[in-house]
Every structure is written in C-alpha cells, then in structure tokens.
C-alpha cells in the first residue's frame, strides 16, 4: 500500500492526519508500547533526548553517520544516555512509528536503524508500496504482515504517538527533526559527532 504524504501541522490541526482520532491526555502511561525507548545505562551521568521522525532525511543522516560513533564512543562507554522520541512528521512517519513501536523494545533501535538505512526504498521510491517495504523489514525482526496490519489499525497506538509528538512542541518547542535537547535545551538539525559531545558536555576521544 503506497500512503500519500500529508503533512502534520504543527498545532491541534495535526489530528486532521488521523482521521477518528482524538487526544486523550495522559493516556500513554497505561500502553507500554509508550515508554520509553533509549540507549545507555539509567544511572548515566547524561541524559540526551532526540525528537525524530522516521521519513525524516536529516534525522537518518544522523543515524547512518553520527549516532555509530555517538553509541560506540559515550554510550557504550557508560557516559550518556539517548532517549528516542517520536515526532513524526507526514503520514508514513506515523505509520512506520506505530510499527516501531510495536515490537519488543530491545528490537526497537533494530529496526528503526533498519528503517534509516533503508529509508531511501520504503519513504521515496516512486510507486513503492510503503507499507510492503516496512512490513519487509519488520519481518527481519520477528514481526508478521498481519501484525503489522494490526498495529496500523491500533488508533490507540496512533493517538499516543501524536500526543508524544505535541508534548515535544509543547515541552521543548519542537518545530523540526531532528531535534536533541541538551540540560533542558533544544538544539535543532543533525550534528556532527564532535558537535554533539561538545553540547552534551562530555568527553569522547
């Protein structure tokens, strides 16, 4: 199934995109599909948070190229913690989102580094069925088609996922992806490795 891309506005309008669906506030913390989704150990010294939306070619610039090192070189090394959070920002985005979030959170970083590298044959190939390239590679992680069908449906999912997003803007006044916050402080665009340890304060030589 190929999805056109609309846009999901930047106020209450968004829920357009979603037809049916209204937010229900504080609805998230019942569905652990909702929790949280990072890197790195709790008790790390930093805590880092990314705003990102899956069609976005700036946020897979940065995972293709800055996060390896970032992941390597400060969180494995015990001195930072990544937070993922969802801002989608067009239809497919939500969709691959509610997928995403769909599996067991340990294959989460996975598939959505998975969905990035690939991002080019399921988000911009004209004609391509977006939703049979996602459930191509959700299949590598253990997902079936029809529980891809079944998570797309989940309007539940969907409506925790946009109230993820509009507490980004409301919170950290997301208006673009990517976009880290660093001590309470939004940095929005992809970075470079160095740029990115140098906000996060910490050291990664």
């Known amino acids: 199934m190929s999805i056109a891309r609309r846009h999901l506005f930047l106020a209450t309008p968004m829920l357009a995109l979603a037809p049916g669906l209204a937010l229900a506030q504080g609805s998230n913390a019942a569905d652990p599909r909702l929790g949280e989704r990072s890197a790195g150990r709790a ?3 930093v805590t880092v948070i990314e705003y990102f939306s ?3 070619s700036h946020c897979a610039a940065f995972h293709n190229q800055t996060w390896p090192q970032v992941k390597s070189r400060l ?4 001195k930072l913690r ?5 801002f989608p920002l067009d239809q497919l985005a939500l969709a691959a989102a509610v ?3 769909s599996l067991p959170a340990e294959r989460y970083e996975g ?5 990035f590298t690939s991002q080019d044959r399921w988000a911009f190939a004209r004609g391509a069925d977006n939703i049979g390239e996602i459930a191509k590679v959700a299949a590598l992680a253990g997902m079936s088609r029809a529980q891809v069908d079944a998570a797309l ?3 539940a999912l969907q409506r925790g996922i946009l109230e993820m997003r509009m507490k980004g803007q409301q919170e950290h006044q997301v208006s673009s992806t990517p976009t880290f916050v660093f ?3 939004p940095s929005p665009g992809s970075l470079t490795y160095e740029r990115f340890a140098e906000l996060a304060g910490v050291s990664g030589s």
Request: proline content about 3%.
């Open 43 to 45: 008790d790390a010294p």
């Open 54 to 56: 899956l069609t976005c």
């Open 75 to 78: 969180v494995e090394a015990g």
């Open 82 to 86: 990544l937070v993922w959070r969802d």
């Open 99 to 101: 997928v995403a979030r």
């Open 111 to 115: 598939f959505v580094s998975a969905l």
């Open 153 to 155: 449906a989940d309007q």
């Open 183 to 185: 001590n309470g402080r």
